[in-house]
T-cell receptor
């Protein structure tokens, strides 16, 4: 069965700290796609990144970076030098060869000034 | 920019009422989705549609139906609203093909009294 686990329910940090959000997935498919979305207090889910199962290269986008490791079925998300505007709920999601997305339960990140 | 809109941000209805949640996308996307989001459960797929007049059940379709008469519009219908349908409802659109991303609307927070 497809499953996404975000074990961290809530994380609190102080501004400028680095923070890593964990995501572990389960799938039997050899081709799949992994996503991260951000949900700020306004409620809308904002797409951050998509990674396919054949591409294990890590990605960096400004203060954001993603570490994809098939050996441990993990797709972790790191924010460097966190800012108050990073406060949000972050969702990891898995899509298999259909169009369905399976979401984790989300991690609420609070960044305090 | 991609754009998915939902008819209401907040909605309050009474038990037994028929409720329509509307979603419109301007991306010419074939695929559209309805999710509900509940604390501790993440997002769960209710229904999705690959094309006009086509619909597929998601993981939790009970108590819901959908309508897709035009490509850009996907409606979620609660035939007889119940208190356990109080939730955040999120609509998403996606272009055809396995690599494309789902883009979400701002969400409708529905309260059933």
């Amino acid at each position: 069965a497809q499953k996404v686990t975000q074990a961290q329910t809530e994380i609190s940090v102080v501004e400028k700290e680095d923070v890593t959000l964990d995501c572990v997935y389960e799938t039997r498919d050899t081709t799949y796609y992994l996503f991260w979305y951000k949900q700020p207090p306004s409620g809308e889910l904002v797409f951050l990144i998509r990674r396919n199962s054949f591409d294990e290269q890590n990605e960096i986008s400004g203060r954001y970076s993603w570490n994809f490791q098939k050996s441990t079925s993990s797709f972790n998300f790191t924010i460097t030098a966190s800012q108050v505007v990073d406060s949000a709920v972050y969702f990891c999601a898995l899509r298999d060869n259909t169009d369905k997305l399976i979401f984790g339960t989300g991690t609420r990140l609070q960044v305090f000034p | 920019d991609v754009k998915v809109t939902q008819s209401s941000r907040y909605l309050v209805k009474r038990t037994g009422e028929k409720v329509f949640l509307e979603c419109v996308q301007d991306m010419d996307h074939e695929n559209m989705f309805w999710y509900r989001q509940d604390p501790g459960l993440g997002l769960r797929l209710i229904y999705f549609s690959y094309d006009v007049k086509m619909k597929e059940k998601g993981d939790i379709p009970e108590g819901y139906s959908v309508s897709r008469e035009k490509k850009e519009r996907f409606s979620l219908i609660l035939e007889s609203a119940s208190t356990n349908q109080t939730s955040m409802y999120l609509c998403a659109g996606k272009a055809g093909g396995p690599t494309d991303t789902q883009y979400f609307g701002p969400g409708t927070r529905l309260t059933v009294l």
